[in-house]
Each structure stands twice: as C-alpha cells, then as structure tokens.
C-alpha cells in the first residue's frame, strides 16, 4: 500500500467537502481506478449504479455522526473513510477485468496482494489516498501506513473478515494507517478511542471541544 492516489487529489480545492459531492466522489473514484492500472496493470468495470448507491448509503451513514468531528476531526476523517470502504466492499461496484501480464515489473510489488483481491486492494486504496490528501491539505501531514498493508496475511484476514461483517472495514483501515482499531463497535464513532479520550470531561467538569 503506498500514497499514488493521493498524489492525483491533494491539488484538489477543498477535498474533504468535495468528495461529498456524487459527481466529484465518482470521479476520483474512476481516477483511482486509472491509477491502479497505470502501476499495477490492473483494470477495472465500473458499476456506477452500485458506486452512486455506495456514496449515499455512506452520506446518510456519516451524516447521523458528524457532530463526533468536532472531537476529533483527524480521527474522524479516517472513520468516515472507513465508512466509505465498508460501503464500497458492500456494494462491490468494481470488477477486475484485465491483469498484468505474467513478469510484469509494474506490478511485481504488490503483486501478491493485488492478486489476491483486486477490488478489495482498489477500495482500499482510495480510501487511503483520499485520507492523505485530506489530511496534508488540513493539518500539513499525513498519517504513515503501518507495515501490515504489505503483509498479504493480513490481507487473507481483511479479506475473510469482512465477508462475515463488513464493518471490519473500518477497523482494518485504522490498522493499516497504524491507528488503534475497534473490533467490536468499529462502526460507532462515539467508540473509537481517539473520540472516547476527547470525551473525558476536563478538571472543570465540562467536555473540551477543539475549537474552528
């Protein structure tokens, strides 16, 4: 897993706001996709039926939890980039339809992993650029990936996980960009670490909240 894609979006006015919008969320989207084939080799359909009912399925979704943003807002925007991938791997609007051929240098990397799940590796890995385009352009710096995203063990695990509970989406993106994950409510934000620690009142009894 690396940071290609957020190279194509960190020049983007006012990413985070943006990518709530269909026709920008569905455009990086195919951008996303380009990339992948351009490096890796590998191509891919597009069911933009099932992508537009993701982006609403996830605007509704992280719509009913924004008011934790105001805790935590880097915290946040990889939760809500996990909502996203939990909806893309849910509705499944991508099929792999080309590969690389057998050698190819592009893709010998990540070749392993790719080919073991391709869309799975392409939702990912717009959920990851989308998170490092957002947080350079907020905060000046974005989050490191931690070195299991290159572990195809975890990816077999990723893989089987969320098959059973497409939340763990959420969890698995938090343990690749190395942050704390939660197992078993990864789809609250109110339980999330980094939010609970916000939450602790200050010593004058009142909850502190960051301010702009």
Known sequence: MDFLFRDELVHMPDLRHRLRQLRWFRMAFRKNAAVIADHYGYHFAIDETKLTRAFLNWIETVEQQKSY???DRKDFIIFAAGLVLKELITEAPAKVRGQPKH?????S???DIIAFWPEGFLYT???VGAIAAICEQEFGTAPQIDKCADDLRTWWSY???VQEMPGYAIAFLDK????EPNWVMPNLASARSAIQRAMVPSKS???TLPTG
Do not use: M, P, V
């Not at 050698?103 to 893709?107: H, L, R």
């Open 69 to 71: 943003a105001r805790l």
């Open 103 to 107: 050698g190819d240098s592009q893709a």
């Open 109 to 111: 990397e990540k070749q």
């Open 125 to 127: 890995n717009y959920c």
């Open 159 to 161: 893989r089987e996980n």
């Open 176 to 179: 690749f960009l190395g942050a």
């Open 205 to 207: 009894g009142n909850t």
